[in-house]
């Protein structure tokens, strides 16, 4: 029944509500990416994998290649990239970094994939790069908001983003839509613009000027803007302490690790609950949600993809458009985040993946249409 998911979509257009996407200019792709993940996120879960196709588990370079592929033949729904590279580097390596990007997410596009994008980027003020480090970063957020000592810095380095997202174009000659997440986790210290080296006035200024100097200045139309924190929260209240309000944002969602086996450790009732939250925050506000970062490192535990991912999503009636785990290191012997072949999750993972109810890139027909 799964291969006919976009049969059902006519159907699914005409249930849904009011959908509070933040630009209006945005491009008829990125405005129909945006309301088939709120109808498909009504009955199923899309399943994503950071970096995947731009390497895994002991290789890198096949542009045709993902470990997710190598075990059930489709790639993720959703493929993770990075603006990490686009900033804090010599120029010639800024471009050599933009050129396999824009392959990825063109490539993507064109199969019919959907690409969402982390921002691991350096501290603009300091050394340090995104990891805050004592005695050398500096809590840059209140420097690169308007007024700050290193606000036009900050806008050289939007400038580079935006002639990338102007540069993504598809063999039919459209922008591929890419769901951007600036300023992840920021309810954690361990980045630069986390919530222990900036006030919320400050985090909240920068995420809106970021916004609108990316949509309304330069021009940015193929975004959808994600929200997500760590999982330091147990109510809406604090969910929604740094939120910058329904007009800035496109999708809620949240990073955790910590509930779902991290260290041996298991809370899927509060990991759960606070699924719970992000979705019906979004459906209460019309907008997307997302369980934008989970995984078990190395996934030791053989059944975890049913066991405990899935079982976890399905006990509830949540509304989520995906969930993405994170990235498979080259070189590392344990720092993977989804199955190889002969890895001991692999069958469980198989099961997981014919699931009605996940979605892979096979999956998708027309999602930008």
């Given at each position: 029944m799964k291969r006919l998911v976009m049969s059902l979509l006519s159907v699914l257009f005409c249930t849904v509500g009011t959908i509070a996407q933040i630009d209006p200019k945005a491009t008829p792709e990125t405005a129909a990416l945006y309301r088939n993940l709120k109808n498909l996120s009504e009955q199923y879960i899309l399943f994503g994998h950071?970096?995947?196709?731009?390497y895994g588990h002991g290789w890198s370079g096949?542009?045709?290649?993902?470990?997710?592929?190598?075990?059930?033949g489709s790639h993720p729904a959703v493929i993770g990239i990075d603006f990490m590279g686009l900033?804090?580097?010599?120029?010639?390596?800024?471009?050599?970094?933009?050129?396999?990007?824009r392959k990825n997410v063109v490539d993507t596009y064109n199969r019919g994939g959907i690409t969402t994008v982390a921002w691991h980027f350096s501290n603009p003020a300091s050394e340090g790069g995104f990891y805050w480090k004592d005695g050398v970063s500096k809590p840059a957020m209140a420097l690169i908001k308007p007024g700050g000592s290193h606000h036009e810095q900050y806008k050289l380095i939007l400038k580079t983003i935006a002639d990338f997202a102007h540069s993504v174009k598809g063999?039919?000659?459209?922008?591929?839509?890419?769901?951007?997440?600036?300023f992840h986790e920021f309810d954690g210290d361990w980045f630069w613009w986390g919530k222990g080296h900036t006030s919320r006035e400050d985090f909240i200024a920068v995420w809106r000027f970021t916004v609108s100097y990316l949509r309304d200045q330069l021009g940015v139309h193929n975004f959808i803007y994600a929200f997500s924190p760590d999982n330091k929260f147990s109510s809406?209240?604090?969910f929604l302490e740094r939120y910058p309000?329904?007009?800035?944002?496109?999708?809620?969602?949240?990073?955790?690790?910590?509930?779902?086996g991290r260290d041996g450790k298991y809370n899927l009732e509060a990991g759960l609950k606070k699924l719970e939250i992000v979705s019906e925050y979004a459906q209460k506000a019309g907008k997307?949600?997302?369980?934008?970062?989970?995984?078990?490192e190395s996934i030791p535990n053989p059944t975890w993809w049913t066991e405990t991912l899935l079982k976890t999503l399905k006990a509830r009636k949540l509304q989520l458009a995906y969930v993405l785990v994170w990235r498979n290191d080259t070189k590392s012997p344990t720092h993977y985040y989804a199955p190889f072949r002969g890895q001991v999750s692999e069958a469980d993972f198989v099961?997981?993946?014919?699931?009605?109810?996940?979605?892979?890139?096979?999956?998708?027909k027309e999602v930008y249409k």
């Open positions: 950071q970096h995947a196709t731009e096949d542009h045709e290649r993902s470990d997710v592929k190598t075990v059930t900033s804090g580097q010599p120029e010639a390596e800024i471009a050599k970094t933009v050129a396999l990007l063999k039919d000659g459209t922008l591929a839509p890419m769901i951007f997440r600036p809406e209240y604090e309000g329904n007009e800035w944002v496109d999708m809620v969602g949240m990073d955790n690790y910590g509930d779902f997307l949600a997302a369980f934008t970062e989970t995984g078990l099961k997981f993946y014919h699931d009605p109810y996940t979605l892979f890139e096979k999956d998708l």
